[in-house]
């Protein structure tokens, strides 16, 4: 006698199919004519040694005895900074800015004392300089950026020494964790600045130092 015994069934595993949503991706509607898509995980720049609230920057601006900047400098290795923008309202800015071999883009918002809100992400060195070829205003901001540690830890001065329009234009920024934070004035600060509209970057652009005629200041 012969026995048929049916051919034994491959066993069908139930399978658990879990949906993961897509990377949240923010379109930061900047005016009628620009809006940048940035993905919520891009990288940012990072300031100094600032541990400063989460996309907000705090920051006092000064003019300098440029005599004692320049005896200072005179050994100090800077960074050449080049820096357009795509958009430049009271309200916002969009900023493109290569330093170095390094490209970002910055928006900040409008200015509040010596507080605004500031996002900033690294970009393609290469993308950075055909934007500020084909899209910024121009002409460019140029200038050369030298890093001077403050006498508080964390804390660091950064001058500026302005190129072609805007020569001989030097200002001094100090970045801050809160507008409370206390500091020590270096001997080669000048008057301070920053709320005088005329020193934004934004606003030397379209402006430039070398055409508000005969004023003169200690940054000469």
């Not at 920053?194 to 004023?215: F, H, I, M």
């Amino acid at each position: 006698m012969m026995l048929f015994v049916p051919a034994a069934r491959p066993f069908l595993g139930r399978t658990t199919f879990r949906w993961s949503p897509p990377p949240r991706v923010h379109t930061l509607k900047l005016d009628s004519k620009i809006s940048v898509l940035l993905g919520s995980s891009a990288p940012r720049m990072q300031h100094g040694g600032v541990n400063r609230a989460a996309n907000r920057e705090t920051e006092r601006k000064f003019l300098v005895h440029a005599d004692q900047v320049r005896r200072l400098l005179c050994t100090s290795q800077g960074t050449h900074l080049a820096q357009g923008y795509l958009c430049s309202e009271p309200d916002r800015t969009v900023r493109v800015r290569v330093a170095g071999m390094s490209g970002f883009l910055t928006i900040k918002g409008r200015t509040h004392g010596c507080t605004r809100a500031e996002y900033e992400y690294p970009i393609p060195v290469e993308d950075a300089r055909e934007l500020l070829n084909t899209l910024c205003v121009q002409p460019l901001i140029e200038k050369v950026r030298y890093r001077i540690p403050a006498k508080e830890a964390g804390l660091v001065w950064e001058i500026d020494e302005f190129l072609g329009d805007n020569a001989p234009l030097i200002l001094a920024e100090i970045e801050l964790p809160t507008p409370e934070t206390a500091f020590e004035r270096p001997t080669w600060l000048a008057d301070e600045v920053t709320l005088d509209e005329r020193y934004y970057n934004s606003a030397l652009q379209k402006r430039p130092y070398r055409v508000w005629g005969t004023e003169t200041d200690d940054s000469r």
